[in-house]
DNA sequence: ATAATAATAGACAAATTTGTCTATTATTAT
DNA sequence: ATAATAATAGACAAATTTGTCTATTATTAT
């Protein structure tokens, strides 16, 4: 079970992978040690508890899903087409890792008030995707913004969260395609 | 720690705050029995094991859950008024739960394909949310529907997963605005 | 009143969970 | 080459988890 790496970065890969697939709580840090190939002492040393390796989780988590879809938007040049960027990213991304939705809500729905650190990576990760819709939506010519763009980020968490409970794209599609129209009413 | 009502009452009602406040996997079958002072043996004689009580939990909560909000909708005869007052039973019910956004979609972030009825109960609670607000929408004279009612399905599933994130009301009115707008559109 | 049923307290088991510690081996830097 | 550092295997502990079982007490129906 040797994976590339040194044991912190397997220890990362491995959680990160299951904590998405089984969930937080379901997940025992003796299945990452093991499915990591990696000594039990090493998660001690590298993460001082489960709860500190939830938390880097999360925010590698941050890192690689905002490098992900930035990578995406620009790639695109028109401010239209880099908007409606980030739902064909949703498109492209949610089917591959089999509809399991949200990283960050997922961890929510598990974590409570006992874990602050962690509900406040959420809320940043969130706050920090509102602004970046918002950012993407005021430099199209013309747009407003206003009550728009916030009408749009819950298009996008909505499309997310529904398509992870029906296993199915159309969320993504129908928000896309509502998108598409409130852009083009003012 | 005695409470109102029979065994299976009380732990109905213990396991359904528990599980929505803490979550399900961080539960223990020993809290609820504690919190509902009922013997253990109580409970695995009405249901047969945890994953019975989450499941049941689930039933419970949908019956419940619609009971609320079609008695809210049908204080109202206006079709345009009967749409929006779901957004302003979120409105007033999100708070009261101090934000802990949907039961169904926080438990689905908690269990896996190993639990394929719980999954199916989150599946049907929403699907029947679906067409309830398609229904809701299509009762408006001229409304042709079409993607229109998915959208405000995406804005209300939306506006509760975000209120949950940032523990603010501004999603369920930006959502209830955006429906208002969209229905006066056509 | 009495018999049948339901509920209780709590001991117990088996498995699992997070976390610590030790002795040994491998790797890296000088 | 050698010393310092990092990693390993795995025993061990303490707590927790779900679930079973028993002997006793309370409730309900007749």
Chains 1, 2 share one sequence.
């Not at 879809?69 to 990213?89: G, H, M, N, S, Y």
């Not at 296993?167 to 598409?180: D, G, Q, R, S, Y």
């Amino acid at each position: 079970m040797a994976r590339p790496g040194n044991p912190k970065e397997k220890i990362m890969a491995t959680a990160g992978r299951l904590f998405y697939e089984q969930g937080y709580n379901a997940t025992g840090i003796n299945q990452v040690l093991e499915e990591a190939g990696v000594a039990k002492a090493s998660l001690y040393t590298h993460f001082g508890s489960k709860e500190e390796l939830g938390l880097a989780y999360l925010k590698e988590a941050r890192m690689q899903w905002f490098a992900a879809i930035t990578a995406v938007v620009e790639q695109k040049t028109d401010p239209e087409d880099r908007l409606l960027a980030t739902f064909e990213f949703l498109e492209k991304q949610l089917p591959l890792q089999h509809f399991k939705g949200c990283r960050f809500i997922n961890m929510l729905a598990e974590i409570g008030d006992a874990q602050p650190e962690m509900q406040q990576q959420v809320l940043e990760h969130k706050r920090k995707l509102r602004r970046y819709l918002h950012q993407l939506l005021i430099a199209i010519p013309g747009q407003a913004a206003a009550g728009t763009a916030d009408t749009i980020y819950l298009l996008f968490e909505g499309a997310i969260v529904e398509s992870k409970i029906y296993k199915e794209i159309w969320p993504v599609k129908t928000a896309k395609k509502t998108v598409k129209r409130l852009i083009s009413m003012d």
